[in-house]
């Protein structure tokens, strides 16, 4: 059986599809925010939109980024998710968010 304290980084999640959901379609659906109320075994990394944009195929909302940081933090905020802001740019930025996992472990 596998290590249930093993730690996991996902880049994608039942957040990001609550918050995309919302954006695109409305109001999730009620399993969605059943599940979101359940799991409360995770720490999120919330990287703020400090950085330059950049262009790529799966990208969207250029000139919406700052609204879209700000559902992100009104869900986590409203299902009671713990997380911690990422900001800054290059070796700053990643080393932020390293301090936080190693105090997470």
């Given at each position: 059986m596998a290590?249930?304290?093993?730690l996991r980084?996902?880049?994608t999640d039942a957040v990001v599809l609550y918050v995309w959901?919302?954006?695109k379609f409305g109001h999730p659906a009620g399993w969605l925010e059943e599940h979101l109320h359940a799991i409360k075994?995770?720490?999120y990394l919330?990287?703020?939109?400090?950085v330059p944009w950049e262009t790529d195929p799966l990208r969207e909302s250029q000139y919406d980024r700052e609204r879209i940081h700000a559902l992100y933090t009104r869900t986590l905020e409203e299902f009671g998710s713990p997380y911690t802001e990422i900001?800054?740019?290059?070796g700053?930025?990643?080393n932020r968010a390293i301090e936080v996992v190693d105090s997470l472990i």
């Open positions: 290590d249930q304290t093993a980084i996902l880049d959901w919302l954006e075994d995770r720490h919330l990287t703020k939109p400090d900001e800054g740019l290059g700053g930025r990643l």
